[in-house]
C-alpha cells in the first residue's frame, strides 16, 4: 500500500518534471522563433522536408485512407439493419465519420510513428555526434535551422495529404459498399451530398494544423535534448511517438468541445 504521504510526494513529482518539460518545450519554440536565419538558409531544407514528408508518406496515407472507408461503410450498413432507415444515411455518416474524425486523427497517429520518429531520431543523432554543437560554434541558430524548416514543411504538406486521404476514403467506402451490394452507386452518392455543412471540413483542418504543429515540435524537443549514445537515441524516438500520439489525442477532444 502506498502511504497518502508517498503518494502526495509523487504526485509533486510529477508536476515538477511537467513543468520542467514544458518550460524547456516553450523555451526551445521562443529560441527557434524569436532569432530567425535568412529565409535562403532554409529554402532547400524546407522543400527536402517536403519530399520527405510528403511523398514518401503517400503510399501509407493511401492504404489507410482507402481501407478506413471502406470498412466504415460495410460497418455502418451492417449497423443500420431497419428498413425505416435511408440507405443514403450510409453514405452520409461514412462522409462525417471520415473527414471530421478518421482522416485527420487516425492518419496523423500514424505519420506521427513515421515522420515524428525520424524527426526525433535524426535530430538526436546529430545531438549525440555533436553536430549540433558544430553549427552552435559556426554562429548557426540551431533551434530555427532544425525546427522551422520542418514545421513549415509540415504545415504546408501535411494538410494536403489529410485532404488527398479524404477524397480517397469516400472512394474506398463507394468500392466496398457497392460490391458488396449493401448500397447502391445512387445511395452512396446522394449520402454523400446530403446536409452537408463545410463546418465539418473547416474542424478537420483546425485538427490537422494542431496535429502536425504538436507532432513537429515534440519531437524536435525529445531528439534536440538527447542526451547519451545509440541506445538514448532510440528511446527519444521511442518518446517522441508516444507524447505526440497522447496529444493528438488529447487535443482531439479539445477541438471537437471547441469546435462542435
Known amino acids: 500500500m502506498i502511504s497518502r504521504s508517498n503518494l502526495l510526494l509523487l504526485l509533486l513529482l510529477l508536476e515538477i518534471m511537467f513543468l520542467y518539460h514544458l518550460g524547456r518545450y516553450v523555451l526551445l519554440l521562443k529560441s527557434a522563433f524569436t532569432k530567425p536565419e535568412k529565409f535562403d538558409v532554409y529554402w532547400k531544407e524546407t522543400f527536402r522536408e517536403m519530399n520527405v514528408m510528403g511523398v514518401g508518406s503517400l503510399g501509407i496515407v493511401s492504404i489507410i485512407a482507402v481501407f478506413l472507408g471502406a470498412v466504415t461503410c460495410v ?28 482522416s485527420p486523427s487516425i492518419t496523423m497517429l500514424v505519420l506521427s510513428g513515421r515522420i515524428g520518429s525520424n524527426i526525433a531520431s535524426q535530430i538526436g543523432t546529430m545531438r549525440v555526434t555533436e553536430q549540433i554543437d558544430a553549427l552552435e560554434i559556426m554562429g548557426v541558430n540551431t533551434t530555427g535551422f532544425l525546427i522551422l524548416p520542418k514545421l513549415i514543411a509540415g504545415l504546408f504538406i501535411i494538410p494536403m495529404l489529410i485532404v488527398f486521404s479524404m477524397f480517397l476514403s469516400l472512394i474506398g467506402g463507394y468500392v466496398a459498399g457497392t460490391l458488396s451490394g449493401v448500397i447502391s452507386p445512387q445511395e452512396y452518392v446522394g449520402g454523400i451530398l446530403l446536409d452537408w ?51 493528438i489525442l488529447c487535443c482531439d477532444y479539445l477541438v471537437a468541445q471547441l469546435f462542435l
Do not use: W
Request: glycine share 6%; with cysteine.
Open 197 to 247: 455543412n463545410p463546418t465539418i471540413l473547416i474542424v478537420a483542418l483546425i485538427k490537422t494544423y494542431v496535429f502536425v504543429f504538436l507532432m513537429i515540435t515534440v519531437s524536435v524537443y525529445h531528439g534536440y535534448y538527447t542526451v547519451g549514445g545509440a541506445l538514448e537515441v532510440g528511446r527519444s524516438s521511442t518518446k517522441a511517438v508516444v507524447y505526440s500520439c497522447i496529444l
Open 75 to 102: 460497418q455502418t450498413a451492417y449497423q443500420l439493419v431497419s428498413n425505416l432507415i435511408p440507405r443514403e444515411v450510409i453514405g452520409q455518416i461514412t462522409r462525417d465519420s471520415t473527414i471530421l474524425e478518421f
